[in-house]
C-alpha cells in the first residue's frame, strides 16, 4: 500500500512540471496593484501583484528590471508580462515577470508588441534584408518636422561633418492622428529624387507622441524603400517599430547625422595617409627598378655578349658529341643482337624443337595415363571394401546363419520385457514369415 504514497517534493515537482509546460502559463500578461515591495541588492525585484480579491507573489530578475523606464513602489498599478511557476522550496505558485509598464499606457504597449510580433513572423526585421548604409553618400533625405531640435540638429552635423552631402527636407507630420499617413506620403515621394540616403524621425516625446512610428503602414513603407533608411525616432530608450524595419537604429537624430556621413576632417585624413603611402610606394618602386637598371648595366652578360655565344656554342658541341657517341653505341648493340638471333641454334636447326616439344608431349600423355590407371585401381578396391563392409552388415546374412528377426507392429523388439500374453507377433526367417501369438 505504501507504494500509493508520493512526497511532497514529488508533487510539487509534478505540479511545477505541469505548468511549466502548459503554454498559457507560460506567456501570461497581468495588471495589478504593487505590494511588499523589494528591492535586492543584486537587482532582483520581489513584490506581491494584487486586486481587489486575490493577490500573487511576483519576482522580476536584474537582467529585465533594468530595462524598466520607471522605478516601482507600493501601490503602483502596472501591467507585467511574464510565465507563471512554482517555487520548489515553499510549493508557492508565482510571476516570473520579464516585463512590465505602468498602467495607462497598457493599451497601446500590446498594441505595439502584438504589431511587432506579427511583422517580425513575416521576417521584416530580418538581417538579411538590411540594406548597407553608403559611406559617402552624395544626396541624403531627411522626413521630419520642419520646425524643431531634430531638423536643426540633423542639419547643423550632417553640415559639419560632411558639408558636400546635398540634403532635402521632406517636412511630414510626426504626431497626431494624420502623422502616419503623412510620413507614408512623403515616403513615397522620395523614390522620384535619386536619394542615397533617408533618415527618418523626430525628437523624444512620450510613447502617444511617437505612436505614428508604430503603424504598420510606415513600417511597410519603410521596408518596401530600396533605399536605405536610418530610423531616427526619441530618445536613446525609446524604442518603435520604424527602428525594427529600419537598415539602421540611431539612438538620437544627432547620432542619426553623425551615422550617415564621415567625418570630414577624418577623410581629409585619411586622404592624406593614402597620399603619404602612394608617394612611398611609388618612389620604393622606382628605387627598386633603378637598382635593377644598375644591375644590368654593370652585368658581365652586356659587357661581353659575345661570352654567350661562345658558351652556347661550347654546349652545343658538347651536346652534339654526346648523341654521336649514343648513336654510334646504339647501332652496335642492335648489330650484335642480330648477330646472335642469326647464330641462334634453334633458327639453324628448327625441326629441333618440334622434336622437343613432341618428346615432352609423349611424356606427359604416359603419365596421365598412368595417373588414370592408379587412381581406377585405388577406387574399384575401396568399392569392393565397401561392398565387404556392407555385405556384413546386413541383416539378411544373418537370418541365414540361423537367426531370426522378431516384430511387433513392425517394430523390431530386442527384448521380451515388452512381450505380454495374447500379443501377435511376427518372425521373420531366410525363407519366409511366421505370424504367432504368445500363450
Known sequence: MQDNYITVTQLTRYIKYKMDNDSNLNHICLKGEISNFKSHSRGHLYFTLKDENTRINAIMFSGNASKLKF??????????????????????YQIY???????GIGNLYIEFEKLKK???????????????????????GIITAPTGAAIKDILSTIKRRWPIAETILFPSLVQGKEAAEDIVRNIELTKKFDLDLLIVGRGGGSIEDLWCFNEE???????DLQVPVISAVGHEIDYTICDFVSDLRAPTPTGAAEMAVPNMADFYNYLNQIYIRLNKSISNIIEFYQKRLENLKNSYV?????????????????????????????????????????????????LLLYKDKKEHLNKLIQSLEQD?????????????????????????????RGYAIVRQNDRVLSSIKKIKKDDRLEIELVDGKINTKVV
Open 217 to 223: 503602414i510606415v513600417a511597410r513603407a519603410i521596408y
Open 118 to 140: 506579427k511583422l517580425e513572423l513575416e521576417g521584416l526585421f530580418d538581417p538579411k534584408h538590411k540594406k548597407p548604409i553608403p559611406k559617402m553618400p552624395k544626396r541624403i
Open 97 to 103: 515577470v520579464t516585463e512590465m509598464i505602468e498602467d
Open 372 to 400: 588414370i590407371k592408379n587412381n581406377l585401381n585405388a577406387n574399384t578396391n575401396k568399392y569392393v571394401l565397401l561392398l565387404n563392409k556392407l555385405e556384413t552388415l546386413n541383416p539378411l546374412a544373418t537370418i541365414k
Open 302 to 350: 652586356l659587357k661581353n655578349p659575345l661570352n654567350i655565344y661562345e658558351t652556347t656554342e661550347q654546349k652545343f658541341d658538347n651536346l652534339l658529341e654526346r648523341l654521336q657517341i649514343n648513336i654510334i653505341n646504339i647501332i652496335n648493340n642492335n648489330r650484335s643482337r642480330l648477330n646472335n638471333l642469326k647464330d641462334n641454334y634453334i633458327l639453324n636447326n628448327p
Open 71 to 92: 522605478v516601482p513602489t507600493d501601490g503602483c498599478k502596472v501591467l507585467v508580462m511574464g510565465k507563471v511557476s512554482v517555487y520548489e522550496a515553499t510549493g508557492n
